[in-house]
C-alpha cells in the first residue's frame, strides 16, 4: 500500500486520537477486544443482499473512492485521437463514446504554427506590464480556483457538500483531458522563444496549448450556469465567464500562456462541462466543437484573447472556433448523474 494512500487503512475510530497515538490506540482495542470477547468463537450473523442502488452506495465510500469511481466512470467514454508525430501533433480530438456505441469527436484542436506562436512572444512580454496589479491574483491562483467561484456563486462546504464535490470531480476530468491533449500536441512555451519574458511564477514543465486554467475556469463557469438553469445561455458578459476569461488572461500576465493557448482552453472547457451535464441528464444538449489553432490570427497579426473575443466566439463569430457542431448523444452515467441531482438539489434549496 503506497503511503498516499495508506491514510484510508486507518481505522475510524482514530479520528479523535493525537497523531503519533495510533500505536497506542491499536493496543488498546487489542486489549479492549481480549477482554470482552475472550477466547469465545465469533458466531456469523444472518446476512441480506445489499437493497441499495448503487449511486446510494456511492454515496458510504469514503471521498477519495468516490472521487476515484467517479473519475474512471466519465473518463471511460474519451478516448483521444490524435496524428501523433516526433513533433507533436498537428491536430487532436478529444471523442465521446455515444450511447449507440460509435465514438464521435467532442472537441478537435488543431495547433498554432510555431511562426505563430514566436510572433506572439511579443504580446506575452507587453502584458508583464499588469504584474504588479495581477500578482496576487496570479499567485492564488496557482493553488486553486474554487475561492473565486465562490465568491461570485456562494459555495459553502456545510450547505453545498454535493456541488462542491460535483466541481472538484470536474476538474479531475479536465486536469485528465487538458493534459492528454497538452502531451499529444506538443507545443512550445513563450519562455522558449525569449529570454525576456522571465515569468513571474515557475513555468509548468509540461507543454502550453490548451491553458489548464482556462480549461478549468471555463468548465466551472459553465456548470455554475447551467446548474441554476440547464438552458441559461452562455454570455461574456456574465460575472462567471468575466472571472473565467480574467484567469485565462492572468497565465499570460505571468508569463506561462499564450493567448492562443486561453482560446482553446475555454473551448475544452466549455465542452467539457456540457459532455458531463449530457452524461447526467439525456435532456441536456451537447455537441462537437472544434479549435483550429491555425486561423487564430487577426489578418495574420498576432490575436490576444478578451471578454471581446469570447463574445465571438460564445455566438460562434469567431472564425478559429466553432460550438455549435454536430448533436452528440453521450451515453448517461448513472454515478455521477447521482452527484449531479443532489447538487442540483442543493441550488433548488439555496434559500432554505
Same mark, same amino acid.
Request: hydrophobic share 45%; aromatic share 4%.
Given at each position: 500500500?503506497?503511503?498516499?494512500?495508506?491514510?484510508?487503512?486507518?481505522?475510524?475510530?482514530?479520528?479523535?486520537?493525537?497523531?503519533?497515538?495510533?500505536?497506542?490506540?491499536?493496543?488498546?482495542?487489542?486489549?479492549? $477486544?481480549?477482554?470482552?470477547?475472550?477466547?469465545?468463537?465469533?458466531?456469523?450473523?444472518?446476512?441480506?443482499?445489499?437493497?441499495?442502488?448503487?449511486?446510494?452506495?456511492?454515496?458510504? +465510500?469514503?471521498?477519495?473512492?468516490?472521487?476515484?469511481?467517479?473519475?474512471?466512470?466519465?473518463?471511460?467514454?474519451?478516448? +483521444?485521437?490524435?496524428?501523433?508525430?516526433?513533433?507533436?501533433?498537428?491536430?487532436?480530438?478529444?471523442?465521446?463514446?455515444? !450511447? /449507440?456505441?460509435?465514438?464521435?469527436?467532442?472537441?478537435?484542436?488543431?495547433?498554432?504554427?510555431?511562426?505563430?506562436? $514566436?510572433? %506572439?512572444? !511579443?504580446?506575452?512580454?507587453?502584458?508583464?506590464?499588469?504584474?504588479? /496589479?495581477?500578482?496576487?491574483?496570479?499567485?492564488?491562483?496557482?493553488?486553486?480556483?474554487?475561492?473565486?467561484?465562490? #465568491?461570485? &456563486?456562494?459555495?459553502?462546504?456545510?450547505? @453545498?457538500?454535493?456541488?462542491?464535490?460535483? +466541481? !472538484?470531480?470536474?476538474?479531475?476530468?479536465? *486536469?485528465?483531458?487538458?493534459?492528454?491533449?497538452?502531451?499529444?500536441?506538443?507545443?512550445?512555451?513563450? *519562455?522558449?522563444?525569449?529570454?525576456?519574458?522571465?515569468?513571474?511564477?515557475?513555468?509548468?514543465?509540461?507543454?502550453?496549448?490548451?491553458?489548464?486554467?482556462? *480549461?478549468?475556469?471555463?468548465?466551472?463557469?459553465?456548470?455554475?450556469?447551467?446548474?441554476?438553469?440547464?438552458?441559461?445561455?452562455?454570455?461574456?458578459?456574465?460575472?462567471?465567464?468575466?472571472?473565467?476569461?480574467?484567469?485565462?488572461? @492572468?497565465?499570460?500576465?505571468?508569463?506561462? =500562456?499564450?493567448?492562443?493557448?486561453?482560446?482553446?482552453?475555454?473551448?475544452?472547457?466549455?465542452?467539457?462541462? =456540457?459532455?458531463?451535464?449530457?452524461?447526467?441528464?439525456?435532456?441536456?444538449?451537447?455537441?462537437?466543437?472544434?479549435?483550429?489553432?491555425?486561423?487564430? =490570427?487577426?489578418?495574420?497579426?498576432? &490575436?490576444?484573447?478578451?471578454?471581446?473575443?469570447?463574445?465571438?466566439?460564445? @455566438?460562434?463569430?469567431?472564425?478559429?472556433?466553432?460550438?455549435?457542431?454536430?448533436?452528440? *448523444?453521450?451515453?448517461? %452515467?448513472?454515478?455521477?448523474?447521482? +452527484?449531479?441531482?443532489? #447538487?442540483? /438539489?442543493? &441550488?433548488?434549496?439555496?434559500?432554505?
Amino acid at each position: 500500500m503506497s503511503l498516499f494512500h495508506a491514510k484510508h487503512a486507518k481505522h475510524a475510530k482514530s479520528d479523535d486520537i493525537p497523531d503519533g497515538q495510533g500505536a497506542l490506540l491499536s493496543l488498546a482495542l487489542m486489549r479492549t $477486544r481480549d477482554a470482552i470477547a475472550g477466547t469465545e468463537d465469533p458466531q456469523g450473523r444472518g446476512g441480506s443482499p445489499a437493497m441499495l442502488a448503487p449511486g446510494a452506495r456511492l454515496a458510504r +465510500l469514503d471521498p477519495d473512492h468516490r472521487a476515484a469511481i467517479l473519475l474512471a466512470e466519465l473518463s471511460e467514454d474519451l478516448p +483521444l485521437s490524435a496524428d501523433d508525430g516526433v513533433a507533436g501533433a498537428s491536430s487532436a480530438s478529444l471523442l465521446c463514446r455515444q !450511447a /449507440d456505441g460509435t465514438c464521435a469527436s467532442l472537441v478537435r484542436i488543431d495547433r498554432p504554427d510555431l511562426v505563430q506562436f $514566436r510572433e %506572439a512572444a !511579443a504580446m506575452v512580454g507587453h502584458y508583464a506590464e499588469l504584474r504588479p /496589479d495581477r500578482a496576487p491574483e496570479i499567485e492564488v491562483q496557482t493553488h486553486g480556483l474554487m475561492p473565486f467561484f465562490a #465568491a461570485i &456563486r456562494p459555495l459553502e462546504a456545510s450547505r @453545498n457538500p454535493a456541488t462542491l464535490e460535483m +466541481l !472538484a470531480r470536474a476538474l479531475d476530468l479536465t *486536469t485528465a483531458a487538458v493534459m492528454r491533449l497538452k502531451l499529444a500536441l506538443a507545443c512550445p512555451r513563450p *519562455t522558449q522563444f525569449s529570454d525576456l519574458i522571465q515569468p513571474m511564477i515557475a513555468c509548468p514543465s509540461h507543454p502550453t496549448l490548451p491553458s489548464g486554467h482556462a *480549461t478549468q475556469a471555463f468548465c466551472l463557469a459553465t456548470l455554475l450556469t447551467r446548474l441554476d438553469d440547464p438552458r441559461a445561455p452562455l454570455r461574456a458578459d456574465d460575472p462567471l465567464f468575466r472571472l473565467a476569461c480574467r484567469i485565462a488572461v @492572468n497565465r499570460t500576465v505571468a508569463g506561462v =500562456h499564450f493567448p492562443a493557448d486561453s482560446a482553446a482552453g475555454a473551448v475544452l472547457g466549455m465542452q467539457l462541462a =456540457h459532455y458531463m451535464l449530457a452524461r447526467a441528464d439525456p435532456a441536456a444538449t451537447a455537441h462537437g466543437a472544434q479549435f483550429d489553432g491555425r486561423l487564430y =490570427h487577426d489578418g495574420g497579426a498576432v &490575436r490576444d484573447f478578451h471578454y471581446g473575443i469570447l463574445t465571438e466566439i460564445l @455566438n460562434d463569430a469567431d472564425p478559429a472556433t466553432r460550438l455549435r457542431g454536430p448533436a452528440l *448523444t453521450p451515453r448517461p %452515467a448513472p454515478l455521477w448523474a447521482t +452527484l449531479v441531482a443532489r #447538487a442540483r /438539489d442543493e &441550488r433548488a434549496d439555496q434559500w432554505s
